[in-house]
């Protein structure tokens, strides 16, 4: 009776295994489908200088999207760069100002110098040595894994 019960446990685990294996098998080809047909949003989205709020936040939606479908080795790089990427449309969304607005380096009229300051700290961390690294690991995973060139989009 010890012994079945020994291998029901090693045949129950290697089954959760195998299927654990087939459900990350699954959740990467819906991601890198995905990725596949949001390339030319994200190739867009890489010449949005001059472009208003809603620009910004159909990015962060794409993003968002990604982030949800990322398999488990690319999760924690769209982690970090949503939560960039938040940070500057938060910003952003607390002025009155358009985007572009920003554009120079000026604070723009109507603008208070807290709310200047949150949108130049998270256009920094967007340039900051970790996004940048998240950036390229999802480009990275992209080209490795789902055979899609993102450099291009501008991650």
Known sequence: MRALAH????????LLAVSGLAGCAGQTETYCSTI???KPT???????SGKGRDAFDQSLSTFK????????DVAGDWATFVSAWQG????????????SAFQGGRRPPGV???QFQAVRQAAQELQSTRVLEAAQGIEQHAADVCHVELGKSGL
């Open 112 to 114: 208070g110098e807290g």
């Open 88 to 99: 500057l449309v938060d910003a952003f969304d607390a002025t009155s100002a358009p985007p």
């Open 7 to 14: 291998r029901l446990a090693t045949v129950t685990a290697g």
């Open 42 to 48: 994200l190739e867009q989205m890489s010449s949005m």
């Open 65 to 72: 999207d990604l982030r949800g479908k990322a398999p488990h």
């Open 36 to 38: 596949r047909d949001d």
